[in-house]
Nanobody
């Protein structure tokens, strides 16, 4: 599975950004996709995820501000980020989990920088 990210950049506090992630390759057994982020000096943390069923999960710090959505036909996941704060500044990584029968493989994108600054 290959993950191609796009979006990100620099935005002022209170602004919005979108991140997109397109999966390709052996995608037919992907069970979930999502986004993690890592800020300098901090551990990588969950931002949002969406399962094949459509169930979504969000990190506590982004609930109510970020939305994850999926275009199943195109295997694209979009993270819409509103009301951005300086503490949202991080490298955002797309991830996909694939079922290989009794176990899972996790795949990661190259990372996209999001900077929230005035």
């Amino acid at each position: 599975v290959q993950l191609a990210e796009s979006g990100g950049g620099v935005v002022q506090p209170g602004g919005s950004l979108r991140l997109s992630c397109a999966a390709s390759g052996m995608i037919y057994k992907i069970v979930s996709m999502g986004w993690y982020r890592q800020a300098p000096g901090k551990q990588r943390e969950l931002v949002a995820s969406i399962r094949r069923s459509g169930y979504t999960d969000y990190g506590d710090s982004v609930k109510g501000r970020f939305t994850i959505s999926r275009d199943g036909a195109r295997n694209v996941v979009v993270l819409t980020m509103n009301s951005l704060k300086p503490e949202d500044t991080a490298v955002y990584y797309c991830t996909a989990r694939r079922d290989r029968g009794g176990a899972y493989d996790d795949y990661w994108g190259q990372g996209s920088q999001v900077t929230v600054s005035s």
